[in-house]
């Protein structure tokens, strides 16, 4: 039986920019401006197309000072409110997206005489913030209540008061505990009133005057895209995946593929058209040719950050048709055979899988090209070596390497094993009978 292999293809890669990550910067860095060129952006980077791009269409702007700050990181609320305005502008909006209307997340106790006082969600908890958070289940009684700490604060009626509640624009009936806890009306109910699901939906609301506030409204309850609980989590750090999300869900429906992406080494296998799937909106990121990933093989990395540079080249890319990727990812699957990545270090002196891989594989497809459908490891080669015996060493000696140099990963590395997984891969034997 001949068995050809195809050594893989390593090509140049293809990655948005030199360093993939993303976390932290200031409102302005996001606010809408036409103000043209950055100190730190120079004509010939190559993130500075896309950043004039996002500038022309009021999708970013600099951090101050004259500059946009390339390689700083991103919070979630800056990659939302980027998604954000894309999708506006991709449903036929300039990207100023609308203002939040006022008693969003606004609570208002007003008393039977007329006293009131009003306080915005407060997502610290702090007793001494003026603010009001949820309180659900969880208790001896299995109640549910909210926490209401106005500043100033209210006087002291010395027990429970009855009251109207004002949340979102809505009125309930309620009692306003002397320990600053709001019930229903009914207050031994245990069930959830109407009045706790409208206060659940305004939880998380940013405060009024939170410059990402209109963003949150927009994506969260305007278009519903954003997912539950995200509007906790948005004064954290974004990550890859956090933003390619976001920005899949902005642009669905209105990108074509232009490639055709089935398999990426650290996502899940793909299930085409399933946006039920969590990797969907990332494989299309690839098909539109927003994404072509860290190296050739389109590895996502999705825990990694993205910097404002890189940010800027997938929302260009998204508004720009001109700007778009077509990718074809190089085989992956002599890594998959291997075990490791194609970055993991096999030798002192830095010598990495990509590399060893590499040569191992053209010196295996030599020897079958020169045994022309005889190969087999054990058989002669020359100076009383074994094939096996020959790839090997050839291919230490083409790196500049030694066995005795090997990191743990090579010493656990088996060759026959390895060529029987990369032929199982690939479909099966190559060649025919010989």
Not at 15 to 35: D, H, R
Not at 277 to 304: K, Q
Not at 322 to 351: H, K, N, Q
Not at 399 to 412: D, I, M, N, R, S
Request: proline fraction near 7%; glycine fraction near 12%.
């Amino acid at each position: 039986m001949k068995k050809q292999l195809i050594a893989a293809a390593l090509a140049a890669a293809l990655c948005l920019g030199a360093s993939p990550a993303f976390a932290v910067e200031e409102e302005k860095s996001l606010s809408v401006n036409t103000q043209p060129g950055y100190a730190d952006v120079k004509e010939d980077d190559w993130f500075a197309p896309y950043v004039s791009i996002c500038e022309e269409h009021g999708l970013m702007n600099g951090t101050g000072e004259g500059l946009f700050s390339p390689e700083a990181p991103l919070t979630q609320a800056e990659a939302m409110v980027l998604a954000a305005r894309v999708h506006h502008i991709l449903n036929g909006g300039d990207g100023v997206l609308p203002a939040a209307p006022e008693e969003w997340g606004l609570l208002t106790v007003t008393y039977e005489d007329g006293t009131t006082a009003s306080g915005y969600y407060d997502s610290t908890r702090n007793p001494e913030g003026g603010g009001w958070w949820y309180e659900g289940g969880g208790h001896y009684d299995n109640s549910h209540y909210l926490w209401f700490y106005p500043d100033p604060p209210l006087p002291d009626r010395g027990g429970h008061d009855a009251i109207t509640l004002t949340i979102g624009g809505k009125d309930y009936e309620a009692v306003f505990s002397g320990q600053a806890r709001i019930f229903p009306a009914d207050f031994l109910s245990l069930g959830i009133s109407p009045l706790y699901n409208q206060a659940s939906n305004h939880s998380n609301a940013p405060a009024s005057g939170t410059w990402y506030r209109d963003g949150a409204y927009y994506w969260f309850v305007t278009t519903g895209l954003g997912q539950p609980g995200g509007l906790q989590t948005l004064p954290e750090a974004a990550d890859r995946r956090y933003f390619a999300e976001a920005l899949a869900n902005g642009a669905k429906g209105h990108l074509e593929a232009i490639n055709q992406i089935t398999a990426l080494p650290d996502l899940s296998m793909r299930v085409p058209g399933d946006w039920n799937y969590e990797d969907e909106g990332i494989y299309s990121l690839y098909d539109w040719g927003i994404l072509t990933g860290i190296d050739p093989y389109g590895t996502f990395a999705p825990d990694r950050g993205l910097t404002r540079a890189e940010a800027a080249a997938m929302v260009a890319r998204v508004v720009e048709p001109s700007l778009r990727l077509t990718f074809t990812p190089a085989d992956y699957s002599p890594f998959t055979a291997a075990g490791f990545p194609p970055d993991t270090v096999l030798f002192e002196g830095g010598v990495t899988a990509e590399a060893y891989l590499t040569e191992l594989n053209r010196q295996i497809a030599l020897w079958e090209e020169q045994t022309r459908g005889d190969f087999n490891w054990h058989s002669p080669a020359e100076d009383g070596q074994t094939i096996l015996e020959a790839v090997k060493a050839t291919t230490l000696s083409n790196l500049g390497v030694t066995g005795a140099q090997g990191l743990p990963a090579y010493k656990e590395f088996d060759i026959q094993v390895y060529y029987s997984r990369l032929i199982d891969l690939m479909g099966g034997p190559f060649g025919a009978e010989g």
